[in-house]
């Protein structure tokens, strides 16, 4: 896990870390410190205390863990020792943190840029780079010609006002198309977040001129930046009004009748915290219980609710709802998905990319900041965007963000595309496969080719398909 050591001992005996528990025991604590294994745990306050925990610890069981930092401790920290000081003070400190990390992640002895898009978080970096730098900074955009899928022109314009190196690059639906196939090689597992693909395509571009880049990832769950946070805890605040008894039967009530929208909202309505309730307004319609065949009584689907569902932040841990499933998301979503997908992209042309947003200095800052100066009624990052407009026009900033994303709806109702996806979605190979219901995926694409109903757990059947073709299975 993030922030912890493994010891094994010789001869490196064979353990389970879910069906042992010792996910489990990590979820339970994970404070800094802690020393555990599946039958036991110990508190070390230094380094010879570790050792000798580690020591006794490996004795029974042959292998401990060691936390040595803790997001969830850091952030219950941060939020019992909320920053006192003005907001233009916290952006003084913020942009006082985010130039020390770039300083220190801009070391290199081989040629260094920074990603830019029109987005707060990419600009903000590239700013700061810019006033440390020596000389200009390199930076790399792609453009797409497809309206509502391009940012090239405020990221130039951007680049233009910070007086940057900019290169940018337009890429069409053929460029895009042609990386599908490589996607499941590339990442070495299902991995399904269609904007793997232009990540692929700038750092496919960035690679011929550096060999580092800089990124803006982190900013959108270190300073509240997601439009959901703001409609999680609209609803939250509504439905826990409600005991908890009354509000999940009649969730379940509701469940079985509804539909559309009314079924959404009964899925929410049966919510136990605001962590549970985000998790289930990723996927309001169950179909991550309704697609995959699971064993019901296999080890997997005991701790599917428990330990792996939502980490260890259930149980609303922190009392502010946005920093709540803020740090929901930064202990899964971010390093599951958007880390994965920024590392394995770029490592796939041999680009190396850091991220300054999660030096631990500005991280555990971050956590200090009270939600009032994060977001309000209309927007988020706003201590952010406070350092940012000391460099670039909020004028220009204040444009809608079209997003990192690719028209993947459209393409794969284009010829080239729906064959290979129809290919993949056949039923009879996926009952053949045994892994996935084949009668919802029927019902799921079907409803996607003639209601043009799109739902995001299309794009990750397929993937998934194309991993068990490329392995074989």
């Not at 025991?25 to 050792?51: M, P």
Request: aromatic share 10%.
């Amino acid at each position: 896990m993030p922030g912890t050591i493994l010891t094994i001992d010789d001869p490196y005996a064979y353990f389970n870390p879910i069906s042992d528990g010792d996910l489990a025991a990590y979820y339970k604590c994970g404070r800094s410190g802690f020393c555990f294994n599946s039958s036991d745990y110990l508190d070390a306050s230094n380094y010879k205390d570790i050792e000798k925990n580690t020591g006794d610890l490996c004795s029974e069981t042959g292998h401990a863990y060691t936390i040595y930092w803790s997001m969830k401790e850091v952030a219950g920290r941060g939020q019992n020792n909320l920053f006192t000081g003005s907001e233009q003070e916290a952006a003084d400190e913020l942009e006082r943190l985010i130039k020390e990390s770039i300083k220190g992640q801009m070391i290199s002895d081989v040629p260094l840029g920074a990603f830019l898009s029109a987005g707060i978080d990419s600009s903000t970096i590239v700013s700061l780079m810019q006033q440390v730098a020596p000389g200009r900074v390199k930076t790399f955009t792609i453009g797409m010609h497809e309206e509502g899928f391009n940012e090239a022109d405020i990221a130039g314009e951007i680049a233009g006002i910070l007086g940057t190196e900019h290169t940018q690059m337009y890429i069409d639906d053929n460029d895009a198309k042609a990386v599908i196939p490589k996607l499941a090689d590339m990442f070495g597992e299902p991995f399904a977040d269609s904007s793997q693909i232009p990540t692929y395509l700038v750092s496919k571009m960035t690679r011929q001129h550096v060999t580092v880049s800089l990124s803006g990832d982190a900013g959108d769950e270190l300073f509240c930046g997601y439009t959901s946070y703001r409609s999680i805890e609209r609803i939250w605040n509504k439905t826990s009004r409600i005991s908890a008894p009354i509000r999940k039967a009649s969730g379940a009530v509701l469940s079985s009748i509804a539909s559309g929208d009314n079924a959404v909202r009964a899925a929410l309505l049966r919510a136990s915290d605001s962590a549970d309730l985000h998790m289930i307004e990723q996927d309001p319609y169950g179909y991550g219980r309704r697609i995959p065949i699971i064993d019901r009584s296999g080890s997997c689907n005991r701790h599917f609710k428990g330990t792996l569902y939502a980490g260890n932040t259930q149980g609303n841990y922190l009392s502010e709802v946005n920093h709540n499933i803020m740090l929901l998301d930064m202990n899964m979503y971010h390093p599951d998905d958007i880390l994965v997908k920024v590392d394995r992209t770029a490592m796939a042309v041999s680009l190396e990319t850091r991220v300054p947003f999660l030096d631990r200095d500005v991280v555990e800052f971050a956590w200090t900041l009270p939600i009032d100066y994060l977001r309000d009624d209309k927007v988020g990052k706003k201590v952010l965007r406070n350092v940012l407009y000391r460099y670039v026009p909020k004028e220009l900033m204040g444009r809608p963000k079209k997003g990192f994303s690719i028209p993947i709806m459209k393409w794969l109702l284009e010829p080239q595309l729906r064959q290979w996806a129809e290919n993949l979605v056949d039923p009879v190979k996926i009952k053949n496969q045994g892994f996935l219901n084949e009668n919802e995926v029927t019902r799921l694409w079907k409803d996607f080719v003639t209601k043009k109903e799109w739902r995001p757990q299309i794009w990750y059947i397929l993937m998934f398909q194309q991993w068990l073709e490329n392995v074989g299975l």
